[in-house]
């Protein structure tokens, strides 16, 4: 069996996560850090939109260096809501506790990820 090529990979998962933010919006109004401004449904929305448009860039041939150069941006600008969940998280039962809190390290290899697929497309 061939395995799909990384960017074909990034761009789904980048669209199953803009998917997720309008199809189950209340987790991810969570992770929303308060000192933002305007409503955490909001910024779901809008995370979800930017998602959605990443993984489209990214599918392209022609917009998939900088869609996979925004994507990387995009995973470090997530960080302090992937923080703020692990924090909330702190009292939940133990797997619930450890996975929140794997997804602050989670980033790190998918900033690389997407800057290795914008390299390759250039």
Not at 11 to 17: E, P, T
Not at 41 to 47: D, F, I, K, N, Y
Request: glycine share 4%; proline share 10%.
């Amino acid at each position: 069996m061939r395995r799909a090529p990384s960017h074909q990979l990034l761009a789904g998962l980048l669209a199953g996560a803009g998917v997720a933010h309008f199809l189950l919006p209340k987790p991810f109004d969570a992770m929303v850090p308060r000192s933002l401004p305007g409503t955490p449904r909001a910024w779901t929305r809008a995370s979800g939109a930017v998602e959605l448009a990443l993984a489209a860039g990214v599918a392209l041939p022609r917009t998939r260096a900088r869609a996979a150069t925004a994507a990387a941006a995009f995973f470090v600008a997530v960080v302090p809501a992937n923080i703020k969940m692990a924090a909330d998280w702190n009292e939940r039962p133990a797997p619930l506790r450890n996975a929140a809190r794997a997804r602050v390290p989670l980033q790190v290899p998918l900033v690389l990820w997407a800057r290795k697929v914008a390299r390759d497309a250039a």
